[in-house]
């Protein structure tokens, strides 16, 4: 059942996602009051491929999982949202359908604000509709580098860019979870699970990462690892 995000620890949903930054707190006081807090049980579907995208979901808790089904029927992963990320400011300006599905990977809470509200707040403060374009603009610039790693035959390109994708979510931590196991990373980056645990040893054994305990990574020399995604 959705709860007021009033009642949300901190105010997350506002204090963490970079288009509501640099917003008077009052501001963020007017946005709390729309937006609706609703868990997800782990392994629960958030949207289907197809459902109306009317929405902004902001991950205040736990983390979810975007992917899509491919013909043969395997899901091919294409981001992982965790505490702070947000989701569907790209379809903010029309009237669209999810071409994806999502569903969370643990017991998780989003915050929601619809579609109408959202551009109510855009025309009443053009600042957000400012930062939503820098935010898409970060996505597709992403996306173009992503494209450009897939179409390499070589496992290490690819998996030193997601890896510097989940440093960068981290808030540029040297020191961060990677959140994801072997099997999510395999298909993120086309690569079969023997393969990414290969060139995780590889860069461990270069310096250039080192693997800890669970699925805690270190960047140990971040430019080498730029290196290797360019």
Known sequence: MANHCLECEHHVCTGRV??????????????????QHIPYAKGQVVYHEGDRADKLL??????????????????????????????????????????????????????????????????????????IMQAMNRKLTNLRSLVQSLATHEGLPRLAHLLLQLFEKSGSKARFDLSLSREDIANFTGLTRETVSRKLAQLQDEGIIRLGKSREIEILDLEALQNYSA
């Open 58 to 131: 902001i991950v205040t808790r736990g983390s979810i999982r975007l992917f899509k089904t491919t013909i043969e029927g395997k899901e091919q992963n294409l981001d992982i949202l965790q505490t702070g990320d947000f989701s569907g400011e790209l379809d903010l300006m029309g009237d669209t359908a999810y071409s994806h599905e999502a569903v969370a990977q643990e017991a998780t809470v989003l915050c929601v604000i619809s579609q109408d509200q959202m551009r109510e707040l855009i025309l009443k403060n053009p600042l957000i509709g400012f930062k």
């Open 18 to 35: 970079p288009i509501f930054a640099g917003l008077t707190p009052e501001e963020q006081l007017e946005i709390i009051r729309l937006i």
